[in-house]
């Protein structure tokens, strides 16, 4: 029973990539081939990193009554996903818009329209959470009833709260007090990663922790051997846009923990799937399966 459990939502996403940040304007600029649109968001894109680095994933999403749900739905199906997890209860699907220059750096419009006010069905994602060994709740609001559950039934909870530089954030305060294994983002620390890793694990029970540190790799942070140490970024290709990059680090070293409980060896192959998906533009593009990260972590970090 390894099964990862997902509570998170799924978009169709628009990529387009521009000379420099900020944007000059002008009315109206062609392009060919240069626009791309394709299902993506948290929940998607680590759905379908689980599936390809060869993980059986239960996902609980909500989805739009739209031709645009169809279309997300219909890529989750195609991955092999229980349909009884896809809820088609929006009137209009999520979209978001990422603008992304030359140097992978990017910023994205995202519209979850009233996602934060709805209510996933609670006997679904139970049944499911019973039968995963390990569960991702995204940071929505869909999943805060499912915090208290996966907890009583004692299984693992991994969220990520993306951009936070407060321990007192009240909307992430229950994600922060639930979460077994926290990733967050260094960009908007104001404290170094290091110290803001120290207060939080002083603050929190947090097993594992996992600072995205963009370029400079990752910050680890292992309760049960007192353990914080950076891990370097591998690079394996040229930067292409690193929109969903957090996403990636997330599901790679989420899969491979979940194997054999090793933090360490995790975070680095999430190195290497990491550095090989930023390579690719899309949120949800780029992922290699369990045996290529195997033969990259080899080449290059020498397993
Ligand atoms: N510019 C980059 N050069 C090399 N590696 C990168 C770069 N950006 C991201 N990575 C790789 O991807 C991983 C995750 O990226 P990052 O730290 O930016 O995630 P995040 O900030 O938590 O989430 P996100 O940026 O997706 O919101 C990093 O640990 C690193 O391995
Ligand atoms: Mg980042």
Redesign the pocket.
Known sequence: MSKIFIMGLANIEVTCPVDAFPLEYSPIQFMSFKLSSSVSGVGYNLTKAFKTLGAEVELCTILGKDGNGSVIYNEMTGLGIPEDGLVRCMDQSFASVILYDQE?RRKIFCDLKNAQEMVYPYEIAKKKLMNSSIAVLCNTNLSRPFLKLAKELNIPIVTDV??INDLEDEYHKEFLTYADIL?????RLTDTPEEFVKKLTNKYNTKIVVV????E??LLYVREDNFLGRFN???LRP?VN????????LSSFVYFYNKDKNPYEAVKK??IF??N??GYNGGASGFICEEEVNEMYTQYIGG
Do not use: N, P, Q, R
């Open positions: 992978g993306h951009v990733f967050m983002s260094h960009e995205g540190l963009g370029k790799g990752a970024a591998v690079s930067v690193t929109v969903g990059a957090g996403d990636a680090l999430a190195m990491a550095g998906k930023i």
